[in-house]
Each structure stands twice: as structure tokens, then as C-alpha cells.
């Protein structure tokens, strides 16, 4: 399921963002980026802080999942676990981390009757993951198991950290690089991943601007710089559904966040929820984040394999459609699943939005 977490909402569910190593919190801005862009989401508030990526998870403790998903853990892993570390990442309340014994590691994910819905997502992830063709580079599925209420999986266990803000610019060039050989080998669809059930994106909620114009739905506080705005940028939102008409498939929940970084490569994480959708709307979702950190969300977009054929007019279409669904939200996140990271994660990315179709525009 896609969450609203994502740089583009479109189909409200739980992210799965995992960050199995602690953040390198010593890491400077590179003296070549730009100032990150100030987020604000009204005429007078003050800069919306970046969220802490590494930090924006509630989960579980190891201790509290059943006893024979334990039992099966510790069978695979040849040993009782000696060292756990939670991830701090991601959005959901399912128990996400590493887990080492003295025969081996994984990196572990969990979910039961308590939250059904992150429970099936997990499965999606692990089904999903496992059909993914092996030049793309992601965690590889070590076992799956659905033991009575519950399912647990064991991804390989990466070695590396997970993206946080500032983001070095050779990281950046890691996750777009590993992203470009991703979408090439996802297109055309492998026969297993479509077997593994991929459905099509939906502009259901990537309309909200049309929606407030006429009078369906109450406005939503506007960036200064969109402020004024509803009119133009109802127009330019009125193409989304026509970008979603594709036989492509994309990762469908593409942000930095859902990458972890290697010393010389990155992996793509949380494979829960491919869709026919362009390639080229998961590269916007990512460098929508990146805008916000001071990159050239721009310059960077057009140098992409996936922008190749996409006109300027499509782009604005899709940071319009972006940025009205993050402004409107996700209120009725249910808590017993999603982290309330979420709405602060929102209003961030909606301001990095807003910044760069403002910048395109010249407004």
C-alpha cells in the first residue's frame, strides 16, 4: 500500500521506510550545495524544520512479538539473536530491524492482528521483492513466513546507513544512479512481477487544487509563493490522470528515505506497491526531498535517464498534483499504524513541492 508519507500520496496506507544502521550524524554540508530552501506553509509561518529520517518510526520491542515468530527467527538466523537494533525510519508501528546471532543476520520485519494493515503489506513486500529481477539492486528475500497471525520476513542484511538530511551530493548521484538501472530493468515488466500483482496509480487524491476551484473541497494554506495561485495551479493539475494512462511499472513510493547507502552504491528499500505509473514521477518524488536539502531538484531531473520524452508541461503537472495532496494532508492517519512523524514529513515535502514549481514558474 502507498502512504501519504510519500513525496506523492496517492493511495493512503502505510509507508515502509526501514533504516536498519543509525545515522552518520558527523556529516557536513558540502560547501557546493545551495542553502536548503526554506519550507513554509502560510503567509506567516516560520521554516518547517527537515524531518529526522532516522527517527521517525514507533515500533515494537523484539521481546514483544509471539513466541513462535521468535522461535522461527532464531531457527533461521542458527542461533538465538545476540544483538538487535530497531530501525528508526519509516513510518509504520511493524517491527523493522536488524537481528544478529552468532550463525548469521537479517534484517526483520514483522506485523500481526494488531495492525492488519501493515501486516498486509509486509506480505506484498516480501511477495514483491522476491519477484524483482536480480540486476535490480534491493535486499534479497532470505525467508517469508505467515505463522499464525502473523507474517515475518527475512531480508538480507545490507551494510551500509540510511539517508539522512543534509544529503551529500555523491549519495544523491548513488541513489539516482542505482534508480536509473532500477527503472530500466522494471521496463518492460519482468513476466514475474506482474505475476506478483501490479496495479495502476490512481489520481484520486492528486487533485486537489481542481477540487478547491470549484468548490468541492475548502481551501488549503498556501506557501507564500503559491499564495493567489488556486486558479493557475488547478490548470496545470488537470493533466495528472493522463501521465497515470501507461504500461510502465515504477517502485511506486520512491523518497530518499527509501534508500540505504552503500560506500559505493545505494539499494532501492520497501518494495510494497508497484504501479503502472512512468518511471519518471518516482524520480520527482525523490528529488522533490532533494530540492528541499538546497540541490538542484532541476537540473538534476532533466540529466535522469527516466526524464527522457517527459515536456516541462508534464513536470509542472506532477509538482502541482504533488504538492496540493501534501497540503491537504492525511488527518485521518489512523495511529495504531502510522507514525505522527508523518504529518511534520508532509508539511516539509509540500513546502520542497511548492519551492520547485514556484522556481519553474517563475512566481
Not at 518547517?48 to 512479538?65: G, H, K, Q, S, V
Not at 512512468?278 to 528529488?287: F, G, I, K, R
Not at 516539509?348 to 512566481?363: F, M, S, V
Request: some cysteine; glycine content about 8%; aromatic content about 6%.
Amino acid at each position: 500500500m502507498s502512504a501519504p508519507g510519500s513525496a506523492m500520496p496517492a493511495d493512503p496506507g502505510p509507508d515502509l521506510s526501514t533504516d536498519p544502521n543509525p545515522p552518520d550524524t558527523a556529516a557536513a554540508r558540502p560547501p557546493q550545495l545551495a542553502t536548503p530552501h526554506p519550507i513554509t506553509t502560510g503567509s506567516a509561518a516560520a521554516p518547517a524544520a527537515p524531518p529526522d529520517f532516522a527517527a521517525t518510526a514507533i515500533r515494537p520491542a523484539y521481546e514483544t512479538l509471539p513466541d513462535a515468530v521468535r522461535a522461527r527467527i532464531a531457527a533461521e538466523l542458527g542461533g538465538e539473536p545476540a544483538a538487535i537494533s530497531i530501525a528508526g525510519g519509516g513510518f509504520t508501528t511493524g517491527f523493522a530491524g536488524r537481528v544478529r546471532s552468532a550463525g548469521g543476520e537479517l534484517f526483520i520485519k514483522a506485523a500481526g492482528p494488531l495492525t492488519p494493515e501493515v501486516r498486509d503489506a509486509y506480505r506484498d513486500e516480501a511477495r514483491v521483492t522476491a519477484a524483482l529481477p536480480p540486476e535490480i539492486p534491493a535486499a534479497k528475500v532470505r525467508f517469508h513466513a505467515d505463522i499464525d497471525d502473523w507474517t515475518v520476513t527475512g531480508f538480507q542484511a545490507l551494510h551500509g546507513k540510511p539517508m539522512t538530511l543534509p544529503l551529500h551530493p555523491d549519495d544523491l548521484d548513488r541513489m539516482l544512479d542505482a534508480w536509473a538501472l532500477t527503472a530500466d530493468a522494471l521496463n518492460p515488466p519482468p513476466p514475474a512481477l506482474v505475476a506478483s500483482g501490479i496495479r495502476p496509480k490512481t489520481a484520486e487524491n492528486l487533485s486537489v487544487f481542481q477540487k478547491i476551484a470549484n468548490g468541492d473541497t475548502p481551501p488549503v494554506p498556501l506557501p507564500p509563493k503559491l499564495q493567489g495561485r488556486t486558479a493557475d495551479l488547478a490548470a496545470i493539475e488537470t493533466g495528472i490522470e493522463r501521465i497515470f494512462v501507461t504500461d510502465q511499472v515504477t517502485h511506486g513510493d520512491l523518497r530518499p528515505d527509501n534508500f540505504f547507502l552503500g560506500h559505493d552504491r545505494a539499494w532501492i528499500c520497501d518494495w510494497t506497491k508497484p504501479r503502472y505509473t512512468p518511471p519518471w514521477v518516482d524520480t520527482v518524488n525523490v528529488l522533490i526531498i532533494a530540492n528541499g536539502d538546497g540541490h538542484d531538484a532541476d537540473r538534476l531531473f532533466w540529466q535522469h535517464s527516466t526524464a527522457e520524452g517527459v515536456t516541462a508541461d508534464e513536470l509542472d503537472t506532477a509538482l502541482a498534483a504533488i504538492t496540493g495532496a501534501l497540503l491537504d494532508g492525511w488527518d485521518e492517519a489512523p495511529a495504531r499504524i502510522v507514525s505522527p512523524a508523518i504529518h511534520g514529513h508532509m508539511r516539509w515535502a509540500a513546502g520542497a513541492a511548492a519551492d520547485w514549481l514556484a522556481q519553474r514558474r517563475g512566481w
